[in-house]
């Protein structure tokens, strides 16, 4: 999670954040390549993501993430046909932040 | 030092444990690079949207709950060359949605946006649990089937490219929704053949893209960022802790001030699984764990682990 500044204008004041979702299941030369990154949220300025309006915004990925912690019902093609249904979950490994004010 | 290192293994032989790594033949650093190890790297963005709209052909193929029967690991390992243009394509209907999220700044009026806002949650959450409901699966198959038609009579493209060809370049170059409107109303009218099924308006071209699956939802934020206006919120005009209003004027309509986007993560990952290509890769960790004890990976980590052994 990071600020940035969408159209690259350097003076700009306007603070754009994103979150970014990196899945570590893949392998470690493709984690990072931007086909694969999992892109969550945008949250729009003109103001920082402050502390205090942090939890407000990451609200809706985290209820994601809950919903993945407790397993979510997919299909895995790879399998044969009657393993494919199976389980997925997810976990939340680590954060690298820019801390909010 | 290669001579030590010769005589060594000769002397020694291969340690037992070695084996070779699958990683990649060698080092690579940017996405072009690898986009270059993969394939052709002289692509225009073009062409990179009509792969990732053959792949969505790929997909539509080995949707499970409809094509199950028909679909065995035959058809799968066949299509197992497609591989790298299944990791592509997906990234490609990412990149389409972002850019088509960054520039739909250009507002509908209020009405048409609480309507918006409903179906697209319903839609959602429905999306969640998609591999449960038959029906949407079905659906959503059906529907890719249907855009992934040629265009017109003998026309290169299928429907689904043109279109988000279309919105891809009108989004980067961040034209009014007017225009695009216009724009795809000429050429549905009169300078395609007769028989083209282009979506004449710009919320016809969005609905088409956006049932293929992995949409966004908009979500209205109090400006100073106490609430987001979702759940016991959802109907309110002022924020309930500063008070400030959530809309502002536009012409004749009212507009969110503030609106977060929010890229559900679970259809994305749960269509990871969905796609040959893609769903190997995300099992890749399973089958290259280091056996030597070494920790090359976060696999090898105690709590990776733990959660292997709880879940």
């Known amino acids: ?101 | 030092m290669l001579a030590i290192v010769c005589g060594h293994l000769i002397l020694n032989g291969r340690h037992p444990l070695f084996r070779v790594w699958k990683g990649p033949s060698h080092l690579v650093d940017s996405d072009e690079e690898w986009a270059a190890t993969n394939g052709n790297s002289t692509q225009t963005p073009m062409q990179l949207v009509d792969e990732g709209v053959h792949v969505g052909q790929v997909l539509e193929d080995l949707f499970p709950s409809v094509n199950v029967e028909q679909v065995g690991m035959e058809k799968a390992s066949l299509n197992l060359n497609l591989r790298e243009d299944g990791v592509r394509g997906l990234g490609m209907v990412h990149e389409v949605c972002e850019t088509m999220e960054e520039l739909s700044i250009v507002p509908n009026n209020m009405v048409e946006h609480g309507d918006l806002n409903a179906k697209e949650d319903t839609g959602n959450n429905d999306e969640w649990f998609i591999v449960d409901d038959h029906d949407d699966v079905a659906n959503e198959a059906q529907h890719l089937r249907e855009t992934c038609q040629p265009l017109y009579k003998g026309a290169k493209f299928s429907i689904l490219a043109t279109t988000l060809m279309l919105i891809n370049v009108c989004m980067v170059h961040g034209v009014s929704n007017k225009f695009v409107d216009e724009l795809l109303a000429l050429l549905h009218k009169h300078l395609l053949p007769l028989d083209n099924c282009l979506p004449p308006t710009m919320y016809g071209a969005k609905t088409l893209t956006h049932k293929v699956g992995l949409n966004y939802t908009n979500i209205h934020a109090c400006v100073n960022g106490c609430v987001l206006f979702r759940k016991q919120y959802k109907t309110l005009i002022t924020c309930p802790k500063c008070e400030s209003t959530r809309f502002k004027e536009h012409g004749q309509s009212h507009v969110a001030i503030k609106m977060v986007r929010h890229f559900p993560l679970v259809p994305r990952l749960l269509r990871m699984y969905q796609g040959v290509g893609t769903s190997e890769l995300m099992t890749w960790h399973s089958q290259n764990r280091s056996i030597d004890g070494k920790v090359r990976h976060v696999l090898n980590s105690k709590g990776w682990e733990h959660i292997d052994a709880t879940f």
Request: aromatic share 12%; net charge positive; proline share 8%.
């Open chain 1, 1 to 101: 999670m990071d600020r940035m500044n969408p159209f690259g204008e350097k003076s700009n004041t306007w603070s754009t954040w994103h979150v970014l979702g990196l899945n570590y299941n893949l392998p470690p030369w493709l984690v990072t390549k931007k086909f694969l990154l999992l892109l969550s949220l945008i949250i729009p300025g003109p103001y920082c993501v402050k502390s205090s309006n942090f939890d407000v915004y990451i609200a809706p990925m985290l209820e994601e993430l809950a919903e993945l912690w407790k397993g979510v019902r997919g299909v895995d093609l790879l399998q044969p046909l009657e393993k494919r249904q199976f389980i997925m979950r997810a976990i939340l490994i680590w954060t690298i932040h820019d801390f909010p004010r």
